[in-house]
């Protein structure tokens, strides 16, 4: 855990500043300095911490926004804020749950407790592993001041794990795309999977083979890197109910393969393994959350390059569930490796699949670069994932499977292209996507090509990968029965 965090009725003799909840409009408590706030701004907005010095110390002015607006989400910025602006201190106190907060009809403490976790650790999350002069980060310890009920507790070890998952999906998609080939993904995972208490199972080159996964192999064959597909498994306490299945397009590097991507188009696509992250940033954190379902994991890992013998624009490749794809764009490649996922995903019978794939720049023009397009075959699982994203505070909109643009991606030659019309493009890819799915199992896609990475800061993200989806799995396999 990058934070220890704890609860104690007072704050400790050792904490070096307080922090102290304050909603927008309210008045200030009399024992801060009102006049040195207001003067530097501070409103009470969300997110915003200021730092003052008073005669009982260092104090920290934590912006809550609207009282009327407070939710346990506005509590996960509040933290992410108060982290970044405390990061010069190792150990600070907190008062949110303990006074302004509690006072909230309605809100669970148990729940803002683990958004407080999430927003703290999120705030503090730096990625730098390939800085020789790291920027200077102490903070270790963050006590909750004013309650110590089992449920704060409790809420803040599970928001401290989920977050730990969606930084761990963070740093993943922050690796360098010629550091963390396929093979050296599948090795992390195996790694995770041991200490989060999962199965893992890697298949490389020769199983792949054996699999007939003709999309993961036909991406990979502009590569020198050898493609791996990874199956995790969560297994609850005592009898399987039901089982859900993620799968996560992890193309660990996009070049586009022959159908190349201009300089500015690859440059951040070492983030085109988003949706495996998410799905192992999730998978990581179902034992601390006691997740009661079983849940798999389908990953296809492979790069997207243009060696000698790349698939050339107009070859066909034959899926795992016996359709064939001709592939007239190598651009359009996550579908490839998708369709071979979701065709095993589909073999073992669960009782919904959700994909999360960074798939489409339609997607994005779109919906803009923060909110994910959701397409799914099922209107009663759409409505549960919406519900969870919206739990989640993770935003999605849904878009239409319109069973007759199908014909924009007729072949002459195979069962289908690999690409349709000019326009709509997260549609078709989502429509290609579905002829890989059992027609009997519920499923949603998430194309999150936008949200995976941001080039704007707020409190909970940095510049690049943000985890984007960890949240709404988590928040899915919890309340799934
Ligand atoms: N990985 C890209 C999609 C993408 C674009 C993700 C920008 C994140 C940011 C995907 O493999 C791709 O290249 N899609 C093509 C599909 C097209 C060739 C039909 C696209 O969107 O241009
Ligand atoms: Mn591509
Ligand atoms: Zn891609």
């Known amino acids: 855990m990058a934070l220890t965090l704890s609860t104690a009725r007072s704050a400790p003799a050792a904490a070096e500043l307080v922090g102290i909840g304050i909603f927008k409009g309210a008045d200030l408590p009399e024992n801060l300095p ?16 200021m730092i003052v010095e008073t005669a009982d110390g260092l104090r920290a002015a934590v912006g809550l926004g609207p009282a009327e607006d407070f939710t346990a989400n506005a509590l996960r910025r509040a933290g ?18 303990a006074d302004a907060v509690k006072e909230i009809d309605g809100l669970d403490q148990g729940a803002a407790a683990e958004a407080l976790a999430e927003g703290l650790e999120l705030g ?43 930084m761990l999906a963070r740093t993943l998609v922050n690796e360098p795309g010629g550091t963390l080939t396929p093979p050296e993904l599948a090795t992390r995972v195996q790694a995770m999977a041991k200490s989060a208490g999962l199965t893992c199972k890697v298949m490389d080159l020769a199983a792949i083979k054996r699999a007939k996964l003709g999309g993961l192999l036909g991406v990979n064959r502009g590569s020198t890197n050898p493609p791996r597909f990874v ?36 440059m951040t696509m070492k983030c085109d393994m988003g949706g495996a992250a998410a799905v192992i940033g999730a998978m990581s954190a179902l034992k601390a ?44 490649e996550g579908r490839l490796i998708l369709a071979d996922a979701l065709s095993l995903a589909s073999e073992a019978k669960p009782d919904a699949i959700i994909d999360l794939a960074t798939l489409t720049g339609a997607c994005m023009v779109a919906l803009g670069p923060k909110i994910a397009g959701l397409m799914s075959n ?16 993770e935003r999605v909109w849904q878009l239409p499977l319109p069973a007759d643009y199908s014909s924009q991606f007729e072949s002459s030659v195979a069962d289908m292209k690999n690409i349709g019309g000019s326009h709509g493009g997260a549609i078709t890819a989502g429509l290609i996507l579905q ?28 510049k690049g990968g943000t985890g984007f989806g960890v949240r709404t799995l988590v928040q899915l396999a919890r309340t799934w029965q």
Do not use: C
């Open 124 to 166: 503090a999350y730096r990625f730098e592993t390939y800085k020789s002069k790291p920027a200077r980060n102490d903070l270790k310890k963050v006590t909750i001041v004013g309650t110590t009920s089992a449920a704060v507790k409790n809420g803040l070890a599970v928001g401290a794990a989920i977050a730990e998952g969606q």
């Open 378 to 393: 099922d209107d009663d699982f759409a409505a549960t994932v919406k519900a969870a994203a919206e739990a989640a505070d």
């Open 289 to 332: 959350v006691d997740v009661g379902v079983r849940v798999k994991a389908y990953l296809p890992l492979t790069d997207n390059m243009l060696g000698g013998d790349a698939t050339r624009p107009g070859d066909v490749l034959k899926i795992r569930n016996g359709k064939t794809i001709e592939v007239l764009n190598t651009d359009a």
């Open 80 to 97: 992410a804020g108060f982290a970044r602006a405390t990061r010069r201190h190792k150990q600070v106190a907190l008062s949110l749950i």
């Open 231 to 266: 199956e995790l498994t969560w297994t609850p306490k005592g009898k399987v109910t039901s089982t859900l299945a993620f799968v996560g397009k992890g193309v660990t590097f996009d070049a586009g393969g022959l159908s190349i991507k201009t300089g500015a188009g690859m």
């Open 435 to 462: 002829n890989f799915v059992a027609e009997d199992i519920p499923w949603v896609h998430l194309d999150i090509a936008g949200p995976a990475w941001t080039d704007s800061e707020d409190p909970e993200n940095r």
């Open 34 to 49: 009102s006049a040195v706030l207001e003067s530097r701004g501070f409103d009470g907005s969300l997110g915003k911490t």
